[in-house]
């Protein structure tokens, strides 16, 4: 099982899971982080403490912490 | 005249303020970062015999009531007292645009799309066919560009087309299951005759994504207990259809692959000749993590240097021109009480506080910059894991950097932060980076003790170090009395922009026009008020006692010492004189005299007039030749350096001022709060302010 916070740069990688609670669930979909969507890792954040994904053609930061309850696979 | 009522609706950065601005050219505030508009705003104008009224909402990417932002929009929404809506999309990212679009769909109102950006999607290389788009989804398409203003009168009559069409048949297809799920339900509410504003479709759509306005409707309806069951039925299986325990997912999911053939079928896409984005390749510097932050001290330094060395250009026209000014009224008014108040009271404390214009203007024009590129978000991004440590969240940068503008909008913007505890948090802290209004006593202090070649260092000094200080709060605060679980940060970066000039423009105007209103207004009272209390009771026994002196005085000197002496035995015993002695001795243990204890306290009501009072009372009693006339000059004359640290410490820290105070109260959401703040600032106001007064001592000895 791999989630998206252990994912290298440049790496695409598809959603498998969010394990997220229903209210964060509901907020990473609202972004487009969903079940079968794709994303690439873009960047880590000085620490490695916050990412930057790419879904789709939006550009979006969040926590390694988020990052660790999504699930996804490499592709 | 006909109205037309209608809520412009949009996912963030999409432009909808801008939109608005193209059409109506209002004075809005428009940004390129999420949460912009935080309340909404209404926008009145008139065109072909219909009076409009847009309802300019929050920005929100879907009806999750995640943020407040969402919840307002949701609400407004759901409340219906509007005709129609505009739904601003983003031509260069349509699928994701569409999440919301169709949410909307089933709201039982009618939309009419907006493809804003058409030049900048032409640019990329994507052409859309809005006649396909409108045909699909049942809902008029029209490309526009709040920029180049394309397709702006379309728009209109597009929306004045659709008021007057009775029901729009917008056609969201869901996949087999759920339609049949949805048939199930409309056929139920049909056999019930079940009446509603909103069409039986659209009511079963809403019912099966559990959508709890549309539960809330239907509660009280005695078919619910019969309906309730087969919506648990139909959800669980749509549910099993798309093997998740959640029908929100579900949705979205129909909803992804609905938005997905749309497009498939308008859009095309040329391989544009500007591959790898713009916005790629200054990220790479941008947000590299290691010149990253750098970069951004760089920045932020560079700024408040021009505030300080281009903003005293213009003030020494307006410094003279004060000067001109009261030299000119002055004789004109042959009543001695009334030209002192005109004089001494009202054009100089105005003109102290206008004085110091050019540097707010520029401050602003800095952070309407940061605000419009979308820089703004990368800031957030790098610093969230060093925020992240002192208990803040990434995004609580953008209150506190607004902070440096105005505390007040720094106050508002603090709604993007959801979890209550983080957001208060996040207010408790805002007063530690300088207001703009906190500015002219810095330059004024600074003026007084330090070589204008160090003036610029000082005030990065003092910037930073309040927002260091700020942060240390925060810890503590995190520590003891905010303890608990944090807000997840999940954050759009949007597309840099370049700055529309017009944008920046707006929002410097805006926010400098309400500087000066309150320096023509609430400034203009307050330096009346004090120069009241400075200059009554009038005890007539002085000036008859040093008129005598001084008549027999033997030199000029001694002539001007005697005048001087008596100024300032007059102010002693005034009003205001009387309330800076009864708190002395409160605040001599950080060294400050009456004057400046008076002068704190005026700063309670505005910070600007913290320098309309030491204007008042400093320059009341000294030189009447052109040098030691400027308040500068009389301040480094009669203020102890380590007085001046201490007195610069507590303004750094202490209250905010009034009006700032009532919507921190407003935003914190109850006067308790206010309470907290009071004791909390000023406790570490006051220790602070003493630690610095023995340190600062003991370096001026």
Not at chain 2, 228 to 239: A, F, R, T
């Amino acid at each position: 099982m791999k989630t998206l916070s252990e994912c290298k740069i440049d790496h695409k990688v598809k959603v498998l899971k969010l394990n997220a609670s229903k209210e964060l669930k509901q907020r990473l979909i609202s972004f487009g982080i969903m079940r079968g969507t794709t994303a690439e890792i873009l960047k880590y954040a000085p620490g490695r403490s916050t990412m930057e994904i790419k879904v789709g053609k939006m550009k979006i930061a969040l926590r390694t912490q988020e990052a660790n309850l999504i699930e996804v696979e490499t592709i | 005249m006909k109205d037309i009522k209608i809520a412009l609706v949009g996912q963030p950065n999409v432009g909808k303020s801008m939109l608005v601005n193209s059409i109506a050219n209002s004075h809005l505030h428009v940004g390129n970062f999420s949460g912009v508009t935080v309340d909404k705003t209404e926008v009145l104008f008139d065109h072909e015999g219909y009076h409009f009224t847009v309802v300019d909402l929050p920005g929100t990417y879907a009806f999750t009531d995640y943020t407040i932002e969402e919840r307002v929009t949701h609400q407004y929404l759901t409340s219906g007292e509007y005709d129609l809506i505009i739904n601003v999309m983003d031509s260069t990212n349509l699928v994701k645009n569409l999440q919301l679009t169709s949410e909307l769909m089933s709201m039982g109102k009618n939309v009419v799309i907006a493809l804003n950006m058409s030049d900048e999607a032409k640019k990329e290389g994507i052409d859309i066919d809005a006649l396909r788009m409108s045909k699909l989804l049942g809902i008029p398409c029209i490309k526009v560009s709040a920029i180049t203003k394309e397709g702006m009168g379309e728009l209109l009559d597009a929306l004045i087309a659709t008021k007057e069409l009775s029901t729009q048949n917008s056609k969201l297809v869901f996949s087999e299951p759920t339609e049949e799920e949805i048939l199930n339900i409309e056929k139920y509410l049909a056999k019930h005759k079940h009446q509603s504003i909103n069409s039986h479709r659209n009511i079963a759509i809403n019912l099966l994504k559990n959508d709890k306005a549309t539960y809330k409707l239907l509660h009280s309806d005695p078919i619910w207990t019969e309906l309730q069951s087969i919506i648990v039925k139909g959800s669980k299986h749509i549910e099993l259809h798309h093997n998740t325990d959640d029908v929100r997912e579900a949705f979205a999911e129909e909803y992804l692959s609905f938005n997905k053939g749309v497009v498939e079928e308008v859009l095309t896409q040329v391989p544009s000749r500007k591959e790898s984005s713009i916005t790629t390749k200054i990220d790479n510097i941008l947000i590299n993590p290691i010149v990253g932050i750098p970069i951004f001290l760089f920045l932020m330094w560079g700024l408040f240097q021009l505030t300080f060395t281009i903003g005293s250009i213009p003030m020494d026209w307006i410094d003279g021109f004060f000067g001109w000014l009261g030299d000119t009224v002055g004789p004109l008014i042959k009543n001695d009480d009334l030209r002192s108040l005109v004089v001494d009271g009202i054009i100089a404390g105005v003109g102290a506080v206008l004085l110091f214009v050019p540097n707010i203007v520029i401050l602003f024009i800095g952070i309407a910059l940061l605000e419009s590129t979308g820089y703004m978000s990368r800031v957030a991004f790098l610093l969230d894991g060093f925020f992240h440590k002192f208990g803040l969240h990434g995004q609580s940068f953008i209150p506190l950097v607004s902070g440096f503008g105005c505390s007040i909008p720094a106050y508002m913007s603090a709604r993007i932060l959801k979890n209550d505890r983080d957001r208060l948090l996040t207010l408790f802290i805002i007063g530690f980076m300088s207001c703009g209004a906190k500015l002219p006593v810095y330059v004024l202090l600074i003026g007084a003790f330090l070589p204008p070649e160090m003036a610029g260092n000082a005030l990065f000094a003092i910037y930073i170090s309040g927002a260091v200080l700020g942060l240390i709060a925060a810890k503590i605060l995190k520590l003891t009395a905010f303890k608990g679980p944090e807000e997840p940060f999940v954050m759009e970066m949007p597309k840099y922009r370049l700055p529309s000039l017009k944008l920046v423009w707006h929002t410097v105007f805006t926010k400098t026009m309400m500087y000066v209103k309150k320096a023509g207004t609430f400034i203009a009272a307050a330096s009346i008020l004090i120069w009241f209390l400075s200059n009554y009771p009038h005890n007539a026994t002085i000036d008859k006692e040093y008129e005598s002196k001084i008549e027999n005085a033997q030199s000029a000197d001694m002539k001007k010492e005697l005048a001087n002496e008596m100024q300032s035995e007059h102010l002693e015993q005034s009003y205001l004189g009387t309330i800076g002695k009864f708190s002395e001795p409160f605040f001599a243990p950080l060294g400050f005299d009456w004057k400046m204890s008076v002068a704190l306290q005026t700063g309670l009501a505005a910070k600007e007039v913290v320098v309309s009072t030491l204007g008042v009372l400093y320059a009341v009693g000294d030189d009447v030749d052109e040098q030691s006339n400027s308040l500068i000059g009389a301040i480094s004359k009669n203020i102890p350096f380590a007085s001046a640290v201490s007195f610069l410490v507590v303004i750094m820290i202490y209250l905010p001022c009034l009006a700032a105070s009532i919507v921190f109260t407003r935003e914190a959401g109850g006067v308790k709060y206010f309470v907290y703040l009071f004791v909390f600032t000023s406790s570490v106001a006051y220790g602070l302010g003493f630690i610095a007064y023995h340190i600062a001592l003991r370096f001026s000895s």
